[in-house]
């Protein structure tokens, strides 16, 4: 079993649709938990940032910390085409160099 | 600099030769990782710096695979022996040492390594 699972997709949506994305964790020792996004040939880039649980809203974005059913979500509203990306949840301790490990990402299309 | 450099940006070579792959981080970021993205899959972590010295190596897939950071800035990722399946993005993102956002990764835009 991976450390973190996250569903591949992809997952196609019209543009203005609320998208939830997902990930379940294992080890319960993590910490911080963060969201990054990655276009095509990109490297991943920082879009959510949440220590313990709880919720947190940037903009169109929220992102949801459940610690006790080990699950994270990011929602986005109102969603454009310029979205469509791939959202790779991430997460670290809170000791040991803040090594982060990354789900596989989730592929999304938004269609205008 | 302003941002992760990381170079070549592509590199095809061939199967049992030696490959050097480069990143420079954002200036004063004294911690940087390297990390292994294949196709549809998740960053994979490799190797941590804090500083000159590898923190945490455990991502290194065996010994054909070793990273220096002589001056605790630019750093190497050197892959001896290469094999097909080695071929991937290579990923090298840094992050402030301490305080907030200490473990919010900037990542460069990758070298994408393939083995023929």
């Known amino acids: 079993q991976k450390e973190v699972e996250q569903d591949p997709g992809p997952l196609s949506v019209p543009e203005g649709a609320i998208v939830s994305l997902n990930c379940t964790y294992s080890n319960s020792a993590f910490q911080y938990f963060m969201w990054y996004r990655q276009y095509s040939r990109k490297g991943p880039e920082l879009l959510m940032y949440?220590?313990?649980?709880g919720n947190k809203e940037d903009g169109r974005f929220t992102a949801q910390v459940d610690k006790s059913s080990k699950y994270i979500s990011l929602f986005i509203r109102d969603s454009q085409p310029s979205d469509s990306a791939t959202y790779l949840c991430a997460m670290s301790l809170n000791t040991g160099g803040f090594k982060t490990i990354f789900g596989a990402g989730t592929r999304l299309f938004v269609k205008a | 600099g302003a941002g992760v450099s990381q170079t070549p940006s592509n590199k095809v070579t061939e199967k049992g030769k030696y490959v050097e792959l480069r990143c420079d981080p954002i200036s004063g970021h004294t911690a940087l990782y390297w990390y292994r993205q294949s196709l549809g899959q998740g960053p994979e972590f490799l190797i941590y710096f804090q500083g000159t010295g590898a923190a945490d190596d455990s991502g290194l897939p065996n010994d054909r695979f070793f990273a220096v950071r002589p001056e605790g800035s630019v750093s190497t990722l050197k892959i001896q022996r290469t094999e097909r399946g080695d071929s991937a993005v290579y990923l090298c993102?840094?992050?402030?040492?301490?305080?907030?956002?200490?473990?919010?990764?900037?990542f460069g835009a990758g070298s994408r390594l393939t083995v023929l």
């Open positions: 993102a840094s992050s402030p040492r301490t305080g907030a956002g200490a473990n919010v990764l900037t």
């Open positions: 949440t220590y313990s649980s």
